[in-house]
Structure formats: C-alpha cells, structure tokens
C-alpha cells in the first residue's frame, strides 16, 4: 500500500546533529515533490522544508534556514533532513509528507537537550 | 510571511450539530488552501485541498468554501470521529505556513 516510513530521530545535544529518513512505497516517489512538517509539543504544525521532484529545487522555512538540508535519492525512493546546529525549540515530531499532505509518515521524535 | 489565523481556538459542538470553521491569511493566498485534521497521537489526515476539493475518501459532511483571504471548513453533522483539530495551511506563498488549529470538542 502507499505509505512513507520515517527513521531517524533521537535524542541530541544542542548545537548537534542528526539525519532523518523518509522511504515510500506503493507509488511513484519520483512524481511527487516531498515536504517536511513538525510538531513541538503540544503545540500546531509548523511547515519546514520542501524538495520538488528533482531535487534541484528546495525551500525552508526561515528558523530551520542555512541549519538544515532537504535532499532526495529517487534512486531508493527516499527523502532526507539533515540537520545541523540543532537547537532546544527545534525539539518536535517531525512528519515527511507527500505533496501537500495527502500522505503522511508516522513522525519521528527529534530531542534537542543536554 | 503570511501569517494564517484561524476561529475560533476552540469550537464545543454537540453530535449531529453543524461545525463552522475560519481562516484568514494576511494576504490573498488566491484558492491555494488545504485544511486538515489531527487525532492526538496521530499523523495528520489531508481533508480539502484548493479550498473546496475533498480530498480521496473524504466524507461528503465535509466542505471548504473561500478565497483571497477568508476560507471557512464545515462539517454538516458531526459525527464522533470528528473531534479532533483542525488546520489550514496556504500552500501559494513561500514559506508556507499553517494557521493555529481550531479544536473542535464535545459538547
């Protein structure tokens, strides 16, 4: 069935790093552009990356830019986030989404503390 | 950045009664709109795209209407299922952004 599987998360100390993973199945990767999400606790969804279907084409949001990278391999059907100078408020679940949401990973816990 | 609001942060509806639901962007993000629904402990599940578009395996009780800057959600008769929260999120400017949410709750 369609269905994006994340990997990834964890714990990390601030100014660290982590990567994440999303890997579909049961649809073309390659037609969709792919979005990241994330969810601090208790708290909306707030909007981080997108990739087009390329790859050549990304955008972020303007308190993950220059610290994280989107990035894709069509090749393995998968999408990533690498991201680097992790902060305390970038402690969220983080959600691969394909195109504007129609599907959904199960999310993954990044935690950013000492 | 255009900032999205939504109306009311919470909405207490009894079973059956009808949920109305508002967004405001700061500008005109034209038709390019999507509104979701979230469970706790659950990824979110995509409703309406392009502001009016039901999207696969959408319940007909659910409808989007608006454009420009005011776009309303409704959900005719709720139903159990239905409380959760809602979002909408303007997908025509970059960044992207998401409105607040609007918990919809028993009342």
């Known amino acids: 069935q369609v269905q994006l599987v994340q990997s990834g998360g964890g714990l990390v100390k601030p100014g660290g790093s982590l990567r994440l993973s999303c890997t579909a199945s049961?649809?073309?990767?390659?037609?969709?552009?792919m979005t990241w999400i994330r969810q601090a606790p208790g708290k909306g969804l707030e909007w981080v990356s997108y990739?087009?279907?390329?790859?050549?084409?990304?955008n972020y949001a303007g308190s993950v830019k220059g610290r994280f990278t989107i990035s894709r391999d069509n090749a393995k059907n998968s999408l990533y986030l690498q991201m680097n100078s992790l902060r305390g408020e970038d402690t969220a679940v983080y959600y691969c989404?394909?195109?504007?949401?129609?599907?959904w990973g199960q999310g993954t816990t990044v935690t950013v503390s000492s | 950045e255009i900032v999205m609001t939504q109306a009311p942060a919470t909405l207490s509806v009894s079973p059956g009664e009808r949920a109305t639901l508002s967004c405001r962007a700061s500008?005109?993000?034209?038709?390019?709109l999507a509104w979701y629904q979230q469970k706790p402990g659950q990824a979110p599940r995509l409703l309406i795209y392009?502001?009016?578009t039901r999207a696969a395996g959408i319940p007909a009780r659910f409808s989007g209407s608006g454009s420009g800057t005011e776009f309303t959600l409704t959900i005719s008769s709720l139903q159990s299922e239905d409380f959760a929260v809602y979002y909408c999120?303007?997908?025509?400017?970059?960044?992207?952004?998401f409105g607040q949410g609007t918990k919809v709750e028993i009342k």
């Open positions: 989404a394909r195109n504007i949401g129609d599907v």
């Open positions: 049961g649809f073309t990767f390659s037609d969709y552009y």
């Open positions: 990739i087009n279907i390329g790859g050549d084409y990304t």
């Open positions: 500008q005109s993000v034209n038709s390019i």
């Open positions: 392009g502001a009016s």
């Open positions: 999120h303007q997908y025509n400017n970059w960044p992207r952004t």
